[in-house]
């Protein structure tokens, strides 16, 4: 894989180019800046096209960065509003994305949390468009060895939105993935940006969807192993620095060990993409141009990339 060639100088922001593109079922809104080998980022959680403004710009000094709201999220339309979200098609519109900008070109592509288990499915059933896929933290409880107690999770997050609403379903889901080894010792509260504290307020409108059909959907999905490992020299597993231990850190490092790979440590928990800005863009633009190791299906880390192996 041919890294992209660093610019002689940093590029100054620029506004992104809208599009929308018809898929089934619904009207994805999406924008691309920069010019380069296409990336394709997927956003997790409510944020949308919006949850990657920080770091869009700096990654399109090297890349065509196409960022998106999800199916029913924002400014994506669905064409039934009640329409039930399965990973398969959330996965069909990263494709269709990658067909419309990319024909015929594999590329590039970031997703985190619930953005990097589509992210896992397109590389799974659509290998031939991705050249790259860094997978940032997905929360795929099914591979864990505790899996049940976690689907009880997942059923009581579903029970309590339809018996009593939004916000008590969030707190539910919130006390159940921070739950952390005690080794790990007291963590502090991750400090937000202030734009990023206005992202949220924006995106409010968007969790109805995400608790009540996103979070039961996505963390059902169970993986395809055997094709992942096959497809293994083309994905990198990431993880917070600051989430080890907790629900949703605790994939990766399985997925990671099982499938023989290194598990890199992002700046950064589970939101480092929102609390650390600046340290996750360059540290996801040093991941994507590290060249794999021919003929070893292993990618070799730069000097000071902060990689490790971590259990589960």
């Known amino acids: 894989m041919t890294a992209p060639t660093a610019p002689t100088a940093p590029t100054a922001p620029t506004a992104p180019t ?3 593109l018809r898929v089934n079922g619904a009207t994805l809104h999406y924008e691309v800046r920069g010019r380069g080998p296409l990336l394709l980022l997927i956003p997790g959680g409510t944020g949308g096209a919006a949850s990657f403004d920080d770091i869009a710009d700096g990654l399109a000094a090297h890349y065509t960065v196409a960022t998106y709201d999800p199916r029913g999220m924002s400014r994506s339309t669905l064409e039934d509003p009640e ?3 399965r990973v398969s098609e959330h996965a069909d519109d990263a494709f269709r994305l990658l067909e419309a ?17 589509a992210g896992l499915h397109l590389l799974a059933t659509r290998p031939e468009r991705v050249e790259l896929l860094v997978a940032h933290e997905p929360p795929l409880v099914e591979v864990l060895p505790d899996a049940l107690e976690h689907r009880a999770l997942i059923g009581r997050v579903r029970a309590t939105f339809e018996t009593e609403g939004l916000m008590p ?13 005690e080794s790990a010792g007291p963590r502090p509260e991750p400090q937000l940006p202030p734009q990023a504290v206005e992202r949220i307020r924006r995106t409010t409108g968007n969790l ?3 608790v009540g059909r ?5 963390m059902s999905y169970a993986p395809d192993l055997h094709r992942l490992r096959e497809l293994s020299d083309r994905l990198v597993l990431a993880a917070g620095q ?3 231990g907790e629900l949703l850190h605790r994939p990766a490092a399985l997925l990671a060990k099982r499938l023989g790979t290194e598990l890199r440590q992002f700046p950064g928990g589970h939101t480092g993409l929102t609390t650390h800005p600046a340290q996750f863009g360059e540290f996801l633009q040093e991941t994507l141009q590290e060249p794999l190791r021919a003929g070893a299906g292993q ?7 902060g990689s490790g192996p971590s259990g589960s």
């Not at 900008?101 to 949390?113: D, H, K, Q, Y």
């Not at 996103?214 to 996505?218: A, D, K, Q, R």
């Open 18 to 20: 809208p599009g929308s």
């Open 83 to 85: 329409a039930e979200q």
């Open 101 to 117: 900008l990319s024909p015929g070109e594999p590329a590039r592509v970031f997703g985190s949390s619930s953005g990097a288990i």
């Open 169 to 181: 379903a969030m707190a539910v889901f919130a006390e159940g993935v921070k739950q952390a080894d």
């Open 208 to 210: 109805p969807l995400f």
């Open 214 to 218: 996103i979070v039961p959907s996505f």
């Open 242 to 244: 600051d989430s080890r």
């Open 299 to 305: 990618r070799i880390p730069r000097a000071g990339g």
